[in-house]
């Protein structure tokens, strides 16, 4: 596990988290300038950044092998993705797989997506770009737990749909959403008084 040193300053780091969260490949150097860089001139930008792309590079080195595993080419960078995951790629990727397939696929894939999703991007992190990052991925979450929803609904399948929306609650407490969801299936399978207790612990607005 990297430390803080090992990353060889704050920006190091947050470039390999931009590149991440934007797919890490073919991310486009103007999108990173304006993330990392956006109150500086075009060339004070770019020096800034080729500098912080060779810490990077050095950070993520494999032993005793030379090959980058951050790539630039023209104006696109890329982390090489043989030697690393993405949640949210892979939570994407399901998604659009459950959009094109028949119902009961569909139900499948998004479910595979759902259990990827752990909630709040990033915590702790309060870099000014992650700001419409986390909304995107929060609405991407709560669209897909709705439509999963909806066949449980019709078909009064109310256990399902309570653990549905109990998982969610887990991973978004704050989404008010989710919560009248759980209280909604709760009502309906007839547990009154566990509704009523979820009610009373609903977190107040923000």
């Known amino acids: ?33 304006d993330a990392l860089w956006p109150e500086s001139e075009g ?30 080419k023209a104006e696109r960078i890329s982390l090489d993705t043989r030697y690393c995951w993405i949640d949210l790629t892979a939570f994407e990727a399901s998604l ?15 479910q595979q997506a759902l259990n990827l999703y752990r909630g709040e991007l990033l915590p702790g992190r309060e870099d000014s770009w992650l700001v419409n990052h ?8 709560l669209a897909a737990v709705e439509q999963q929803a909806v066949p449980l609904q019709s078909g009064s399948h109310w256990q399902e749909l309570i653990a549905l929306y109990r998982q969610a609650t887990i991973v978004e407490p704050a989404m ?19 509704a009523i207790t979820v009610y009373r612990h609903v977190p107040d607005p923000a």
Not at 176 to 194: K, N, S, T, W, Y
């Open 96 to 110: 659009q797989y459950s959009e094109s397939v028949p119902k009961d696929k569909a139900v499948a894939a998004r």
């Open 134 to 141: 986390r909304f995107q991925w929060r609405q991407r979450y």
């Open 176 to 194: 008010i959403a989710l919560q009248a969801g759980l209280m909604a299936a709760l009502v309906a399978d007839e547990q009154f008084h566990e």
């Open 43 to 72: 060339d004070k930008a770019r020096q800034n950044l080729e500098f912080t792309l060779r810490r990077l590079r050095k950070v993520l080195r494999l032993p005793g092998d030379d090959t980058p595993l951050v790539q630039r």
């Open 1 to 33: 596990q990297l430390t803080a040193h090992d990353w060889q300053g704050d920006k190091t780091l947050s470039l390999f988290l931009l590149l991440l969260v934007e797919g890490g490949s073919q991310v486009p150097v103007e999108r990173v300038l």
